[in-house]
């Protein structure tokens, strides 16, 4: 199972370790298997992984799988994209999006 990814999947008993109280930013994708957009944006937001190494962190959290962290933060509809700075959300981005914009919304809150 080694694939190149450098996004890591993160869960519900994971969450306050890998995010909360990361040193670095950190983004959180909250998608599903099922989520055409969520799939659609996987690609960029690796890419911008790699492009930000040691500036953020990305990390994606299937709400199917983890309903506890997906419900403490009211997630609703996905995707949907948080920035968590010193264990605080400081951005959200609700739905899919090009690469750019992306790229610039996490650039700006980082």
Known sequence: ????SIT????DASFETDVVNASEPVVVDF??????????????LEE???????K???VK??????????????????PT???FKGGKNVATKIGAGPKSELSRWISAAV
């Open 61 to 78: 959290l299937n709400v199917d799988e983890n309903p506890g962290v997906a419900g403490k933060y009211g997630i609703r509809s996905i």
């Open 31 to 44: 998608w599903a298997e099922w989520c055409g957009p969520c799939r659609m944006i996987a690609p960029s």
């Open 56 to 58: 953020v962190k990305i």
């Open 81 to 83: 994209l948080m920035i």
């Open 1 to 4: 199972m080694a694939d190149a």
């Open 8 to 11: 890591t999947k993160v869960t």
């Open 48 to 54: 911008i992984g790699k492009e930000m190494q040691g």
